[in-house]
């Protein structure tokens, strides 16, 4: 590590450190929760008596968090989220809220271009004591009971330890649920050594302590019973939440769609090639589709911190004026509306990457229910379900054949406007009400408010 970098984290932790002085503390202990025909209801409130504490470093706009928020509290309980900012500098820290829950954001940035979206540093912080002093500001800002019975949900591996420490040290009977997004089975390569993934080594030494564990696909969860022995699992895909999503507005793009009518093509998502998205073949069907089809718009989001990614962007935008749009990052509003809107959208995966393994894309069930035609080169759940609706790529599929396919389709409208509309009907088999009770029925059991019968099935 540099001088001058070096010089940069002891201020930045510094930083920390003034501003988490006289933050509360609490005995550790632990309590059984009685039966009760109505354990949740809180009369004077309206609110159950169980609460959620979200931790998590996300976008601030993840569709798998925000659906998790928006469901939990439209249905009465108490929800609290610890945000943890690494990647948005122009975010304010402090109180705030989406959806009428209670959120507090720690902006781990500290204004230092060199620390964001740094995983060295992230991973630091979260391996020193100002992490929990950090929460338990959050803690006494949001005014949480820790008296309550309460589940710590855990949206990424970076968090684990705190939740441990948390459930130790100031909540009265919390259980921990680890909503484990992807796997980190495969090891990266150092120097010729295979080592495991730092998310592996957060998982591993906090193993013994998680109460369940969410998986986004069946396919995992004997490796998951492996990995986290006294876990309970269930499965939560990454299905969409259709109150999300104007289905008249769909409809109407499928009716009134017609030969020679302008084609929009979407992605909005993460821009950087070492996070296993294949950006850069993105940018060249970006380019094959501009010069080939003028009757074409294409646009591209998220936040790209990639210079020659952004260089490219802006050459893009430059020689397409009007048909190529860079949107930046933006709300989950406009990303719905934007797809709403387009005919074709993309999820590509770097061939050469090690996290080649069955997903379940938030991406490719969105395209599904906003009538959007997929375009894929990954190993995604269900493929079979959709394989008629969509564009599936193998591995080792090259990408000139990949690039020639595209625009096979697109000269092809009556084959558009049927693959569009399979794409709709078949998104009636992947929505979030059918699997949301997976959530309810894992805290209720860990809980102990409900038939434990629940807790051997999985």
């Known amino acids: 590590m540099s001088k001058k970098r070096k010089v940069i984290l002891i201020k930045f932790l510094r930083n920390y450190a003034d501003d988490e002085a006289g933050l509360l503390t609490s005995e550790s202990r632990e309590e059984d929760i009685n039966d009760d025909k109505s354990p949740f209801v809180d009369p004077s409130e309206g609110r159950k008596k169980m609460q959620i504490v979200i931790l998590d470093k996300h976008p601030i706009n993840d569709g798998r968090i925000e659906r998790h928020i928006k469901y939990f509290y439209s249905h009465n309980y108490k929800v609290f989220r610890i945000h943890f900012n690494r ?34 540093y992230f991973n630091l912080f979260c391996l020193t004591p100002l992490i929990l002093r950090s929460a338990k500001r959050v803690i006494k800002s949001l005014e ?60 591993t030494a906090t193993r013994n302590h998680i109460d369940g564990v969410i998986s986004i696909s069946e396919e995992y969860n004997k490796s998951i019973h492996r990995l986290f022995p006294k876990a309970i699992t269930a499965t939560v895909p990454n299905f969409p939440s259709t109150n999300e999503y104007h289905h008249e507005e769909v409809i ?37 589709i501009l010069h080939n089809y003028p009757n074409t718009r294409y646009y591209i989001g998220g936040q790209c911190n990639d210079q020659i990614l952004c260089n ?60 959007t035609i997929p375009v894929i080169r990954a190993d995604v759940n269900y493929a079979q379900d959709f394989s008629k609706c969509s564009l599936i790529f193998k591995r080792d599929d090259s990408e000139g054949d990949v690039i020639t396919a595209i625009l096979e389709l697109l000269r092809d409208p009556i084959r558009i406007k049927k693959m569009m509309e399979d794409a709709v009907a078949i998104s009636e088999k992947f929505k979030f009400d059918s699997v949301v009770n997976n959530y309810i029925n894992m805290y209720n059991c860990l809980l102990g408010l409900q038939n434990q019968g629940f807790c051997n099935v999985s």
């Open 87 to 120: 990647s948005n500098i122009s975010l304010a820290p402090g109180n705030f809220s989406q959806f009428g829950e209670g959120s507090y954001r720690i902006n781990v940035t500290k204004g230092y271009e060199c620390i964001k979206n740094n995983s060295i």
């Open 312 to 371: 490219r962007l802006d050459k893009l935008q430059s020689e397409f004026v009007d048909r190529f749009t860079y949107t930046g990052e933006i709300s989950r509003e406009r990303t719905v509306l934007l797809t709403e809107r387009s005919h074709v959208g993309f999820f590509m995966i770097r061939p050469e990457t090690d996290y080649w393994v069955p997903c379940s894309p938030n991406k490719v069930f969105e395209y599904l229910i906003c009538g």
């Open 252 to 288: 109407k793009k499928l009716k009134n769609f017609k030969n020679g009518e302008n084609l929009n093509l979407i992605y909005v998502g993460s821009l950087a090639n070492n996070n296993d998205r294949d950006i850069d073949l993105l940018l060249d069907i970006a380019t094959e």
């Open 144 to 203: 949480i009971d820790t008296s309550l019975p309460t589940i710590i949900h855990i949206h990424d591996p970076a968090l684990l330890n705190l939740a441990v420490k948390l459930k130790k040290s100031f909540f009265a009977n919390a259980k921990i649920v680890y909503d484990r997004h992807e796997v980190f089975e495969s090891k990266i390569s150092f120097n010729m050594i295979k080592i495991p993934k730092i998310a592996r080594v957060y998982e």
